[in-house]
């Protein structure tokens, strides 16, 4: 069901790197998003609802009548989601309502949100939870229309600022705190763990640094091959990672796995084996994370997750602070213009009912039409028909585009008054 004639009701509730940190969003997150997605549509007053969730990010965008009491709701909701970290999340939650819902998600689409500003990944990351969304049925005009805006503003951003000009994503961060903290990969060995798209940035910037070697591992053996080959690495049969582990230097993990891929005890065994050897760093941008938290505290080896590219992606975000604020100007100009589409289709109801009542009544007109004047011949038919649909189509055409501009402009007298006059539902 649509809003009020006028009204955005658009409430965005998230938990994002800004106010929390890695442990708090992997606990908030969802592991069935279009299940996720059913249960939100059925809470009260959510009207349409996508879940926009990334490895730094979860954000919920529902469309509801009744902004403040949702807002609330979906506040609590996901406070009972982080169980013994409610007083955490508490500080971490943030909201945003109408406009600001929007222009939020704008900037997320552009990239300017992302711990890695100007990154490309969020692009498709935005557009595939509305198409999730969309399967799932939990969404309708006003958010396809505020997403499809969203990537067409992400991808303008990036096409008029240059601003994912360069190595920009987590994955590179990742390879650019490992040549920090270890000088340069020259002569290392590194297995990247994950051959999906995180994987693949990853392997990508190491192919800059120069290492000694890259192995690629995969759950699916013939993807890790095919990256290996494209980067000329060597790729890594799960059953046989104790073996490359063993002369690894850098070992960055980047899977969609929902569980531990490296536990204590088994990489603590490696250690032992590998005594010749300098310690092991290993980097974890996974979400949910694939080493267990307790690795870091085996002699030897050096654990980091996301919360530790904080620094690097701080720097980063400095440079690219000019070409920031051009993305801005853009956001505004559009933000104008998707204010303007949602509030005239916010009438499309009325719009609908004020076509649909015309056409009846054009119908049985044409059909006592047709019995007055006896037999016809099709051409006849087809004439009489054209006619009677363009005197109703050039009526209500001015008619609509008046409401459409009282919408646009927050004059629901107006709408009011048309409702009244033409005898239609505005809900």
């Not at 994002?16 to 442990?23: I, L, Q, W, Y």
């Not at 999906?196 to 890259?214: D, H």
């Not at 990256?227 to 046989?240: D, M, P, S, T």
């Not at 016809?376 to 028909?385: A, G, P, S, T």
């Amino acid at each position: 069901m649509q809003s009020s004639a006028g009204n955005i009701n658009i409430v965005n509730v998230r938990i994002t790197h800004h106010k929390s940190r890695v442990s708090l969003i992997e606990t908030v997150a969802f592991e069935d998003l279009k299940s996720s997605l059913t249960e939100l549509y059925s809470m009260d007053n959510v009207d349409e609802c996508v879940i926009l969730q990334t490895c730094n990010r979860t954000e919920l965008y529902i469309v509801s009548k009744d902004n403040e009491n949702t807002a609330k709701m979906i506040n609590d909701y996901l406070m009972k989601r982080c169980g013994t970290k409610s007083e955490e999340a508490a500080r971490a939650i943030e909201v945003s309502l109408n406009q600001d819902a929007l222009k939020h998600l704008l900037t997320v689409a552009s990239g300017l949100e992302s711990m890695v500003v100007g990154e490309d990944q969020i692009l498709g990351q935005v557009w595939g939870a509305y198409s999730t969304a969309e399967s799932a049925n939990t969404v309708g005009p006003i958010l396809k229309t505020a997403f499809t805006r969203a990537v067409s503003v992400g991808r303008r951003v990036r096409n008029e600022t240059d601003i994912n000009r360069g190595a920009v994503s987590i994955g590179s961060v990742a390879v650019e705190l490992a040549e920090t903290l270890l000088g340069d990969l020259n002569g290392k060995n590194v297995l990247v763990m994950g051959a999906g798209e995180a994987g693949t940035l990853v392997a990508k910037a190491l192919a800059r640094s120069c290492p000694n070697a890259i192995f690629i591992a995969n759950r699916t053996y013939e993807r890790a091959l095919k990256l290996a080959e494209e980067l000329k690495g060597k790729a890594v049969k799960f059953n046989r990672l104790e073996e490359v582990l063993k002369d690894a230097d850098v070992v960055i993990c980047s899977t969609a796995a929902p569980h531990y891929l490296l536990k204590k005890e088994p990489v603590c065994k490696i250690m032992k084996q590998r005594s010749n050897r300098s310690g092991l760093m290993i980097i974890d941008i996974s979400n949910p994370r694939n080493v267990e938290e307790s690795v870091q505290d085996i002699d030897g080896v050096k654990l980091y997750n996301i919360d530790d590219l904080r620094g690097i992606a701080e720097r980063n975000k400095e440079k690219r602070q000019e070409k920031a604020e051009k993305a801005l100007k853009i956001i505004d100009d559009a933000l104008l213009l998707l204010e303007q589409d949602l509030k005239a289709q916010s009438v499309s109801n009325i719009v609908s009912s004020l076509f649909s009542h015309a056409e009846k009544i054009r119908q049985k007109e044409l059909m006592k039409a047709h019995n007055m004047l006896g037999k016809l011949d099709d051409k006849k038919r087809d004439v009489i028909d054209d006619l009677t649909f363009e005197i109703v189509e050039q009526t209500l055409v001015p008619i609509v585009e008046n409401l459409r501009k009282a919408a646009m402009n927050n004059d629901k007298q107006t709408i009011d008054v048309a409702v009244k006059l033409f005898g239609v539902n505005k809900k």
